[in-house]
Every structure is written in structure tokens, then in C-alpha cells.
């Protein structure tokens, strides 16, 4: 009975501190505040990217960062290049590839509309692999596979760090 008493009062104590030290979830949506961090990615406009894995990559990131639908008043640009390398790894006695290390990196840009400056720019990278298989269809669609899990993990990445830039850069 008295364990639980301090336990209690231990969770009151911990909840007033991280209150009044201005602790707050980052994606902590606020209806009267114009910086909250899901509205300021909200405004970030993402451009084309190229190729099928960089149309992925896109699709990832609007849906993340855009939710509802393309941003009417932008306040960003977000600027992506992919790079790729396939690296074989797995090989059989007659020096046939079995496997493949499939690295994508994707550099970014994050600009404010207005001014055309440049607020952050990063380089991720993603790694996935994939087996060539003795079917074509099968091995095609294991590399498919393998490009679509890169382009979400990148997505999640430049998602977190834009997040993590604004919040820091939008601070009261």
C-alpha cells in the first residue's frame, strides 16, 4: 500500500517537471499555434523526383508530410536526388551471383519559397538486398521489393530530420 503511495507521487512529481520544463511531443498537434510541427510540414511542397524508385520515394513523403493533399500556401520546397549501387555479394561455385546488397542514398534540400534560401540539406542512405533466384519474374520482382523498402526508409528518415530541423528552428 505505501509502495504504491510513492510510486503515485513519484508520477505526479515526474508529470509537473516535464511540464514546466517545456517538454511537448513533437508532433503534438496545437489548434492556435501557427508552428506546430505537423502544419510545418504540411507546407512543404516536395518536387519530382526522378525514376520509378525517386516516384516511390515521392508518393512516401506526400503522404507523410501532406497528408491532406499538396499544401495550398507552401512555405518550403523539398528538393530530392537519388543515387543507387547494387553491389553483388552471394556467389555459387561457378561464380554466379546469388545476391545483391542494394544501397540507395537520397541528398535533399529543404528551401524557404520566398527567399529561395536553403534552410537544411542532408544525405541519407537506406540498405536493403534482395536474392537473384532462378526465375526472371521472381528475381525482378525480389529487386522490386528491395527498391521499394529503401524508398520508404529513406522517406521515414528525411521525414524525421526535417521534423527535428523545424522544431528546433520554430522554438518560442
Known amino acids: ?11 505526479i512529481v515526474i508529470s ?8 511537448h511531443p513533437m508532433y503534438q498537434y496545437q489548434k492556435h499555434d501557427d508552428t506546430s510541427i505537423v502544419k510545418l510540414l504540411a507546407a512543404i511542397k516536395i518536387s519530382s523526383i526522378a525514376n520509378r524508385t525517386g516516384q516511390i520515394l515521392y508518393n ?5 508530410l501532406n ?5 495550398r500556401y507552401p512555405l518550403y520546397q523539398l528538393d530530392v536526388t537519388l543515387e543507387s549501387d547494387e553491389d553483388e555479394v552471394g556467389f555459387t561455385r561457378d561464380e554466379t551471383a546469388t545476391r545483391v546488397n542494394y544501397t540507395l542514398t537520397a541528398l535533399y534540400t529543404l528551401k ?5 534560401q536553403i534552410l537544411t540539406k542532408g544525405r541519407v542512405q537506406s540498405f536493403t538486398n534482395y536474392n537473384y ?5 521472381a528475381s525482378a520482382s525480389s529487386a522490386k521489393e528491395a527498391y521499394r523498402r529503401g524508398a520508404i526508409e529513406l522517406s521515414e528518415t528525411i521525414r ?9 528552428t520554430t522554438k518560442p
Open 1 to 11: 500500500m505505501i509502495h504504491r503511495f510513492w510510486q503515485f507521487l513519484l508520477c
Open 16 to 23: 509537473v517537471f516535464l511540464n514546466n520544463c517545456g517538454f
Open 60 to 64: 512516401n513523403l506526400r503522404d507523410r
Open 67 to 71: 497528408p491532406s493533399g499538396p499544401p
Open 112 to 116: 524557404n519559397i520566398q527567399t529561395n
Open 133 to 137: 533466384l532462378t526465375s526472371a519474374f
Open 160 to 168: 524525421n530530420r526535417l521534423a527535428a530541423f523545424l522544431s528546433e
